[in-house]
């Protein structure tokens, strides 16, 4: 049952709340087919079929949408969706690992704790987008992913339903880039 | 973090080697703001040194986070199809390997009751972390608690008032006795304790996704010598028996986390 590690150069960690289902739901179809880096979104959400969300997603775009199981191998080309009622880790030999300890800024998922722990596993190849949300998750996260030297954006808090949780990291100052819907797209597909 | 772990095997004889690196890296650095170390250095040299530190350290870098009912589709699975696929066996042997402070414990009881087998069945409930089993044993919950577990019960498909298998008192419930009667306690070490019965089912729900693929494997393939032919395999809602070593006799149940051992070929 050996895998390799993982091949992939660039890990986008998009994390959201409230609202933020909205945005992606602009943000995917925009991404490029051909797209190659891998993309990981941890959304806090009420329901915990798994599923729909999943499935919302995957008939607006070309790329592959999976729902995370736990020790999946991160692939190029890929979306992955973490599951609701677990904390998502990340492995050095980018791999998922989940965790279903105390839930964090009253969430689990909490998007702190994943950004965290991509920063570990990804460093500098690491780059996280918060999205809308009435939550401060996120903000000590970001902190995190730029000690550790990767890119964190930030939705533009006029342009998202809740502009909460983009605003606590914008004011904390730990965001490199404040952009609406069409400039994270922009800034997707230029990577 | 490796040496910190070398230190607990040398000195203790637990062996987290194995367990997933993000997760005990996140466990470990919680641990450390917690309790106020300073460095590293400073609590890897309590460890070392604090017998009774390392009793800390095992409750606290294991999750012990669990529900009565969780995943109500699982129990409805359990309630409709394999309790009833081993009734008929003079005896029913149960094992919840990971079973922390009991509440999965209590809902398998409480299925068995239901299903008018529990007289006939025993649910060997084990643990690693000392703590939780006392806690298990003594069949204590908060009162606040009852509501969402309530709320899974129906959702299993159950029938029955649920307040009825508690007494309540103050802010806390005490499960009834009754439910209790059939289950035995213990600790008990996956990484390093063998197989002690055979089972018809043997439940390991949220343990594994702490362990990477090797330890996983050794694990299920102590499982696998445990349980009888026709028996089944529970996990959690996100672990798999799949890629494993002893995937080949394994067939899963529909598309709940249950697997059912196949005869020998
Ligand atoms: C998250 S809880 C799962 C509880 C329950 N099975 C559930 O799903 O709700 C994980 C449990 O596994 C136990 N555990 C961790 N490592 C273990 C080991 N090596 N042997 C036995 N139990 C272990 C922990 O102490 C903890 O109680």
Same mark, same amino acid.
């Given at each position: 049952?050996?895998?390799?590690?993982?091949? #992939?150069?660039?890990? #986008?960690?998009?994390?959201?709340?409230?609202?933020?289902?909205?945005?992606?739901?602009?943000?995917?179809?925009?991404?490029?087919?051909?797209?190659?880096?891998?993309?990981?979104?941890?959304?806090?959400?009420?329901?915990?079929?798994?599923?729909?969300?999943?499935?919302?997603?995957?008939?607006?775009?070309?790329?592959?949408?999976?729902?995370?199981?736990?020790?999946?191998?991160?692939?190029?080309?890929?979306?992955?969706?973490?599951?609701?009622?677990?904390?998502?880790?990340?492995?050095?030999?980018?791999?998922?690992?989940?965790?279903?300890?105390?839930?964090?800024?009253?969430?689990?998922?909490?998007?702190?704790?994943?950004?965290?722990?991509?920063?570990?596993?990804?460093?500098?190849?690491?780059?996280?987008?918060?999205?809308?949300?009435?939550?401060?998750?996120?903000?000590?996260?970001?902190?995190?992913?730029?000690?550790?030297?990767?890119?964190?954006?930030?939705?533009?808090?006029?342009?998202?339903?809740?502009?909460?949780?983009?605003?606590?990291?914008?004011?904390?100052?730990?965001?490199?880039?404040?952009?609406?819907?069409?400039? #994270?797209?922009?800034?997707?597909?230029?990577? | 973090?490796?040496?910190?772990?070398?230190?607990?095997?040398?000195?203790? !004889?637990?062996?987290?080697?194995?367990?997933?690196?993000?997760?005990?890296?996140?466990?470990?650095?919680? %641990?450390?703001?917690?309790?106020?170390?300073?460095?590293?250095?400073?609590?890897?040299?309590?460890?070392?040194?604090?017998?009774?530190?390392?009793?800390?350290?095992?409750?606290?870098?294991?999750?012990?986070?669990?529900?009565?009912?969780?995943?109500? $589709?699982?129990?409805?699975?359990?309630?409709?199809?394999?309790?009833?696929?081993? $009734?008929?066996?003079?005896?029913?042997?149960?094992?919840? $390997? @990971?079973?922390?402070? @009991?509440?999965?414990?209590?809902?398998?009881?409480?299925?068995?009751?239901?299903?008018?087998? %529990?007289?006939?069945?025993?649910?060997? /409930?084990?643990?690693?972390?000392?703590?939780?089993?006392?806690?298990?044993? +003594? !069949?204590?919950?908060?009162?606040?608690?009852? *509501?969402?577990?309530?709320?899974?019960?129906? /959702?299993?498909? @159950?029938?029955?008032?649920?307040?009825?298998?508690?007494?309540?008192?103050? +802010?806390?419930?005490?499960?009834?006795?009754?439910?209790?009667?059939?289950?035995?306690?213990?600790?008990?070490?996956?990484?390093?304790?063998?197989?002690?019965?055979?089972?018809?089912?043997?439940?390991?729900?949220?343990?594994?996704?702490?362990?990477?693929?090797?330890?996983?494997?050794?694990?299920?393939?102590?499982?696998? !010598?445990?349980?009888?032919?026709?028996?089944?395999?529970?996990?959690?809602?996100?672990?798999?028996?799949?890629?494993?070593?002893?995937?080949?006799?394994?067939?899963?149940?529909?598309?709940?986390?249950?697997?059912?051992?196949? *005869?020998?070929?």
């Amino acid at each position: 049952m050996e895998e390799t590690k993982g091949s #992939i150069a660039k890990l #986008i960690l998009i994390g959201g709340s409230a609202g933020s289902l909205d945005a992606l739901l602009k943000i995917l179809p925009a991404v490029h087919p051909a797209f190659r880096q891998s993309i990981v979104i941890v959304l806090h959400r009420k329901f915990s079929n798994d599923n729909i969300l999943t499935g919302l997603l995957s008939v607006r775009t070309k790329l592959k949408v999976c729902e995370i199981e736990e020790k999946d191998i991160i692939r190029p080309g890929y979306v992955y969706i973490a599951p609701g009622d677990y904390h998502l880790l990340f492995e050095k030999d980018h791999s998922f690992s989940l965790d279903d300890s105390e839930k964090v800024n009253y969430s689990r998922p909490s998007i702190d704790v994943a950004f965290q722990s991509a920063a570990d596993a990804f460093g500098d190849s690491l780059i996280c987008i918060l999205l809308s949300g009435a939550n401060a998750d996120g903000t000590e996260g970001c902190k995190y992913v730029k000690e550790k030297g990767g890119v964190t954006v930030a939705q533009l808090p006029r342009s998202a339903e809740v502009a909460y949780m983009p605003s606590q990291a914008i004011a904390s100052k730990v965001v490199d880039y404040v952009l609406d819907i069409d400039g #994270i797209i922009d800034f997707i597909n230029k990577l | 973090m490796e040496q910190l772990l070398d230190d607990v095997l040398e000195m203790y !004889g637990y062996d987290f080697s194995d367990y997933t690196k993000a997760s005990m890296h996140r466990r470990i650095s919680r %641990l450390m703001v917690l309790d106020r170390f300073p460095s590293f250095a400073e609590f890897r040299y309590k460890l070392r040194t604090n017998e009774d530190y390392l009793k800390r350290f095992v409750e606290e870098v294991t999750v012990n986070v669990t529900e009565m009912f969780r995943d109500p $589709a699982f129990y409805a699975t359990l309630r409709e199809q394999i309790l009833p696929a081993i $009734a008929s066996k003079p005896f029913i042997r149960i094992w919840h $390997a @990971g079973c922390s402070t @009991g509440e999965e414990v209590y809902s398998t009881a409480i299925l068995l009751k239901e299903a008018n087998l %529990l007289h006939k069945s025993l649910i060997y /409930a084990t643990d690693i972390n000392p703590e939780v089993i006392k806690k298990a044993k +003594d !069949g204590i919950l908060p009162l606040g608690y009852m *509501k969402d577990y309530s709320e899974n019960y129906i /959702a299993s498909g @159950g029938k029955e008032d649920f307040s009825k298998y508690y007494t309540a008192k103050y +802010d806390r419930v005490k499960i009834n006795e009754s439910l209790l009667e059939r289950v035995i306690y213990s600790t008990h070490n996956l990484v390093s304790d063998s197989s002690f019965n055979e089972f018809q089912l043997i439940m390991c729900r949220n343990v594994l996704i702490y362990f990477n693929k090797d330890l996983q494997n050794k694990v299920l393939t102590l499982f696998d !010598g445990s349980l009888e032919n026709l028996g089944y395999i529970a996990l959690g809602s996100k672990e798999t028996l799949k890629f494993s070593a002893i995937s080949g006799r394994y067939k899963q149940v529909g598309k709940d986390k249950i697997w059912k051992k196949q *005869k020998e070929a």
